[in-house]
């Protein structure tokens, strides 16, 4: 379904390529063949983007993340390496777009591979047709697909805010604070992964489902946490140390706002991931979605002419922290659990631990004013401080002589 679902997809908007490229790039009136070339190529991708999706979401099912995040690892890196050498030897654009759709086509055989070999005799690619099946994929898909184009509004609208009222340069430092924090979301994706097959798997049982999301929603702020408040309190000395002095200048208090932001929807990807998973309700998030997109343009247009991309961040961060706090909210109801119980059992805890040692942070750098090198240190070392800190008060006795036990054997078979 998922793959006759590409190809349809291809063979409608192939023809409508040269449109797409006219309609998108209407400045570029002299390069038209290169943005119509990339445009195709960029289409032949599409099997291969859908089918990634079919077969990771199968190893997830299988709780075989360790899988997923291993062949994600490999071809990010291969990604970053080849198109930087297909730019380097061939100078062409197409070549790097090219190059990115072959190692999607290589993800999806690893996928593939593995799959065949965690369920064998079953992971075949056949002609079917189940009528009950297709009504629920296309039920499902459709309300998926629209809440998914409403995310990517809501993570993008600023960009389209930036460039309308501001410039290009100005846009660059937003685009480079914003790739720096929504690294934040690497270890929250991880446990939101991992909980997806067990909120379905115990969908059909409140009490078990609500033990295991107040679960995920512990780990997921003891991972997301102490990062989100510490790279908003170092802010400018990352950027200074990794960019230089002038672009930590002007984007320094954007990257503060965004990594709070972004930590918002850390925290979102759990209640999320159950209303995928366990509710199979995506047209909440559409709702969601749409609120937050409201008050991100909202309160990006307020403030941009006078705070400039800093006033497109608070934006962002407040449109975030809305979506999180409904959501949360939602689930909630649905749990029969008290949001505040919540917040005080779940987040509180590492709050409590990642704001002071952030306004430590930010009181050394204000009275030692040390270099960016230092300060890097500094975040380092408190960071570690906040991960022991959360050892001893965030995890029970069980899960420190688990994961004692768990490094014992690394160790062990390392030497």
Known sequence: MALAA???????????????????????????ALILGAVCITLAGIPAVILRL????????????DLTSMIRILINTLKAVLSILAALI??????????????????????????????PGHAWILPAWQKDSLHKILRLGGLATLCFVFGYLFLYADRIIILSVLTLTLLGFYTGSFDLAIRETILANNISQSFLPV???????????????????????????????????????????????GFAQHASSSLMLLSLGVLCMCYMNIPYTLIFAAMEKPQIYVGLYFLGIVLHVGISFLLVSRYGIAGVAAGFLTG?????????????????QGIFSLLSRAFLPSWLVAVPLSLLGIYLQHIW??????????????????YLAMLAVGYSRAERSYMFGVLRRILKSAA
Not at 6 to 32: C, N
């Open 320 to 336: 975030y922290t809305a979506v999180w706090l409904a959501s949360l909210a939602y689930v909630s109801s649905k749990l029969h």
């Open 6 to 32: 590409g190809l349809a997809l291809i063979v409608l908007l192939l023809p409508a390529a040269g449109w797409i490229a006219r309609l998108a790039f209407p400045s570029y009136q002299g390069e038209h």
């Open 369 to 386: 004013h040390p270099a960016p090198l230092v300060s890097l240190i500094v975040l380092f070392v408190l960071i570690s401080l906040y």
């Open 90 to 119: 061939w100078h062409s654009l197409l070549a790097v777009i090219g190059v990115t759709v072959l190692v999607s086509y290589l993800a999806v055989l690893l996928l593939y591979h593995y799959c065949r070999r965690e369920m």
């Open 199 to 245: 909120f379905s798997a115990r969908a059909q049982d409140p009490v078990a489902l609500g033990g295991s999301y107040f679960e995920a929603s512990r780990l997921n702020a003891i991972a997301s946490t102490g990062p989100g408040f510490l790279l908003a309190a170092f802010a400018y000395p990352i950027l200074a140390l990794l960019i230089g002095p």
């Open 54 to 65: 079919v077969f990771e979401g199968s190893l997830v099912g299988l709780e075989r993340m």
